[in-house]
């Protein structure tokens, strides 16, 4: 069965600095991961998905994260932190196809990012 | 194009009570997939809707109840609710509901049960 943790629930950065945030999957297939942001009082946005291919995936707002099969990770960066970068992230896989999952998605518990002068 | 409409936006309720929430998708998507969000337990799949099927159901009890109509707008009704029931219940989008599509979710529909 596909699981998904983050590490820390909670992450402050310096306006300027680099954001890390931890995504580890477990999933007996391949799996599809992703990244969405939730900012207050919102619903979820897409930052960026992993499939198939290239294991460095660029999304929205200067966000990027690698797929490393070998260390079963997805983390989430961005060289430069922006106020605007405030909210809670969320790593997710998809339910296995195997097993008939259409859309199923599995979230991690969030990570809630404060950017600070 | 809009996006992803639910409404209420809030609800308050009281025990016992039932509740119906209302999704409509982005026009075009027919895939429509409801999710539970609380401080505890995090987002939940709940149900996901295709052509007015439900293909895949989560963990929930029998009280938690959905359906799709033609123009694929969703419904979800909560029955005999408890205070446990309270969260913010968001509904996603997608064209097909397959695997590597993206999901554009609305703003949710937070519901209070008192």
């Known amino acids: 069965a596909q699981s998904v943790t983050q590490l820390g629930s909670h992450v402050s950065v310096s306006e300027g600095a680099l954001v890390l945030l931890r995504c580890n999957y477990s999933?007996?297939?391949?799996?599809?991961l992703f990244w969405y942001v939730q900012y207050p009082n919102q619903g979820l946005q897409l930052l960026l998905k992993y499939t198939t291919g290239a294991t460095l995936v660029k999304g929205i707002n200067g966000f990027e994260a690698e797929f490393k099969k070998s260390e079963t990770s997805f983390h989430l960066t961005k060289p430069s932190a922006h106020m605007s970068d405030a909210a809670e992230y969320f790593c997710a896989v998809i339910r296995s196809m195997f097993s008939g999952g259409y859309n199923k998605l599995i979230f991690g518990a969030g990570t809630r990012l404060a950017v600070h002068p | 194009k809009a996006g992803v409409t639910q409404t209420p936006r809030y609800l308050i309720k009281t025990r016992g009570q039932q509740v119906t929430l209302s999704c409509s998708p982005i026009?075009?998507?027919?895939?429509v997939s409801w999710y539970q969000q609380t401080p505890g337990q995090g987002l939940q799949f709940l149900f996901e809707y295709f052509s007015e099927t439900q293909r895949n159901k989560g963990n929930f009890p029998g009280r938690f109840s959905g359906r799709q109509f033609s123009n694929s707008r969703s419904e979800m009704n909560v029955s005999t609710l408890e205070l446990g029931d309270s969260a913010l219940y968001l509904c996603?989008?997608?064209?097909?509901?397959?695997?590597?599509?993206?999901?554009?979710f609305g703003s949710g529909t937070q519901l209070s049960v008192l």
């Open positions: 999933s007996s297939v391949p799996p599809y």
């Open positions: 996603a989008s997608s064209p097909k509901g397959q695997l590597n599509e993206k999901l554009f």
């Open positions: 026009s075009g998507h027919r895939s």
